[in-house]
Each structure stands twice: as C-alpha cells, then as structure tokens.
C-alpha cells in the first residue's frame, strides 16, 4: 500500500491503473489528456502554448522547472494549449530580466492544472515500456478508483479530430508586406513558424483548417504552409482532401510540418500510425538522407508516417535515426516537401532552418524569380 505523504494534493492516475501522489502548483480541478514526456532542458513556455499539445498532459524530464519565470514575448499561440503540467520540482523563484511572473502564477490565470514532488523519472520509465496513455491529474478527487473510472471513460487521442479546438475561426492576414503570397492552412500553426516566414518576405495569409480552396484561390498565393497540429492526423479529413486536391490540381510550392508533414502524406496514399511514446523534445536526432549531414532537431509529434507505404512519386529525404521512422518526404517531380519536426524552434536546435530557404527558393522559382 502507498503511503501519501501529509502535504501531497493532487494525484496522477494512468488508464492502465499505475498512479502518483503530488503537490499542486496550478489551477484545482481535473484534467485529461495522454501522458507524455518530453526531454527539453527548457522552452516549457513555448511548449505550453505549443497548439501541437492540445490534449497532452505534458511531463517534463529535466528535474526543475520554471527558474527563469514566463513573459508575454515567448509563446507560439494566444494561450496555453497543453491540458496540464507535470514535473518533478517548480521554481518559485524566477531569475530572468525578461521574466513578468512566476510558473505557477501563469499556470493558475489560464485555470492549467499541474502537479510536481512526483517521480517523473518512474514515470518517463514506465511510459517509454507501455507507452503514452490516458491519464488524469486532480486536486479535487484523492479517490483512485474514482479517478481510474473517469480516465478509462475519457475520450483520448485517436480518432479524435482536435485540430478544431485550435484552428482560427477566420482568415487573417499575419503579414501584408512580403513578396511572396503563402497561405497558411492553420491546423494549429505556431507564431515562430510565422515570423520566420515574414522574415523571409512572405505576405502570410493564415486561413482555418476547414478552408474551402475556392477561398484559397482567391488570394492567388504563390505557394502553400501546411502547419504543425495536434492529434489523429486520420481524423482530419477535411484537411486531407484539401492537400489532395491542392497537390492533383497545381504545381504550387507546398511546405508542411509535423501535422502538415503527416496531412501531405496521408493525402498520397500513404498509411500511418501511432507511435508507443511519440518524439517529443529538443535533441532528436534526424538523418538527412539527400546530403549525409545529421541534425539535432525539435520534435512533438506522436503518429507518423509509413516510408514504405508512399507512392511511387514521393521519396524519402529525412530519417529518425532513434527507430528509423520517417522524418522528411519530398515529390520527385513538384516543389512539394514536409518533415516531421520543427526547424523553427525556439528555443531549440537551429540544424534545420534552411528548409525556409528552400521553400523561399522554391517561391522564387514559381513566380519565374532567377534568383
């Protein structure tokens, strides 16, 4: 029998029966999500407000968090989107010129639930050996059976279309002034993802996920952004048929990550499925088939795409080299490609920006830019 420690008010319970006894450092109240890990020293505001974490609860690996506080300038969206927090110890003190409050004060105005003092090595083990999985995190519920019912019932990940929760609600202009009009199909895009674009002297158009491409023909864009997202990339289907059409139809320039990687895929033909932890931090390392070269890489993803279920016109350019899963595709014939990581991170690994560039290049060619 476990014996809960006196000061311990919250509680961590796994679908699979396995549960953590903790303190709370966030909102009270419940909340569901599946239980992942990710190895990143830091960036936990970035990956707070990450889209690509609605309904994760995320574990951080490093043993403290939050010793340089949040500010208003390092988010990717307009709120935090993960579904809560778990760490092994919080920093109340924040040592930062740029920092405005402290972790947990920011956790409780956007009502994010979030526990620490819990292993998170164990917990990291046990999710590496069984996998990512439902869980719930409470402050108002110490009954574990109660909390493993409410788990087993909740509706997890797969199948389960959550790009809806974070897409837009209507076309908007990021940027006016570029040179080069891309339209952002938003299925959850990150802010850095944008203003990489802009600085490459793009006139950035974001349109939501359920766009219909006549709205996308009459912005006349010079190539297309397939964005990061969350969740079952088979469940947005909408999304699908829009690349599908968008790849059949013209030679425009396409880029997509994560999300937008897997959407280009599944638009192909291809099959894919769940991974048993996912890739998620800032140390991954990729294989870049075309030149050799390894690069350390952002990644948050937890489906992937089958390499050997592309068609014939798509290959193969980026490797996982921890399980060799596919990391980067390209048409043999179009200016069409996608990795499945994040080259815009940040904080993060930088090995991977110059795929801006070939997209800019790839914009460049379009518009009959010798360049």
Not at 85 to 108: A, C, G, M
Not at 188 to 211: Q, S, Y
Request: with cysteine; net charge negative.
């Amino acid at each position: 029998m476990n014996i809960i420690p006196a000061n311990h008010d919250a509680f961590l319970v796994l679908e699979d029966g396995t549960s953590f006894s903790g303190k709370s450092f966030g909102a009270n109240g419940e909340a569901y999500g599946e239980a992942v890990f990710n190895t990143s020293m830091m960036g936990y505001q970035e990956i707070l407000t990450d889209p690509s974490y609605c309904g994760q609860l995320i574990t951080m690996t490093y043993p403290l968090i939050g010793n340089y506080g949040v500010n208003d300038e390092d988010v990717e969206s307009s709120k935090i989107q993960a579904s809560g927090l778990i760490v092994r110890e919080v920093s109340r003190i924040t040592s930062n010129f740029r920092s405005t409050k402290d972790l947990p004060t920011y956790l409780k105005e956007q009502n994010i639930v979030a526990i620490e003092d819990i292993d998170t090595r164990a917990l990291t083990r046990h999710l590496r050996s069984n996998g990512a999985m439902k869980a719930i995190i409470s402050t108002v519920d110490s009954d574990i059976d109660s909390l493993l019912s409410k788990v087993k019932n909740s509706e997890g990940l797969v199948g389960i279309d959550l790009v809806q929760k974070v897409t837009c609600e209507k076309a908007y202009d990021w940027s006016t002034s570029g040179k080069f009009k891309v339209a952002v199909i938003d299925c959850g895009i990150k802010h850095n993802i944008l203003r990489i674009l802009a600085e490459k002297d793009c006139h950035l158009k974001v349109f939501p996920a359920n766009t219909l491409i006549e709205e996308i023909d009459a912005f006349n864009p010079d190539g297309i952004f397939l964005s990061n997202g969350p969740g079952d990339p088979g469940a947005v289907e909408y999304v699908i048929n829009l690349v599908k059409t968008l790849v059949e139809r013209d030679n425009l320039p396409i880029f997509g990550i994560c999300l937008g990687h897997q959407m280009l895929g599944l638009a192909q033909g291809a099959d894919y499925s769940k991974l048993k932890f996912g890739h998620r931090g800032g140390n991954q390392p990729v294989k870049n088939i075309l030149t050799s070269k390894v690069e350390i890489t952002s990644q948050n993803h937890g489906f992937a795409i089958d390499a050997d279920s592309l068609p014939p016109e798509m290959e193969v350019t980026h490797i996982h080299l921890n399980d060799n899963t596919l990391s980067g595709m390209r048409h043999k014939t179009k200016p069409i490609f996608s990795v499945q990581y994040h080259p815009e991170a940040s904080p993060g690994p930088h090995d991977s920006h110059y795929l801006f560039d070939e997209f800019l290049s790839n914009l460049k060619a379009y518009q009959g830019d010798p360049a």
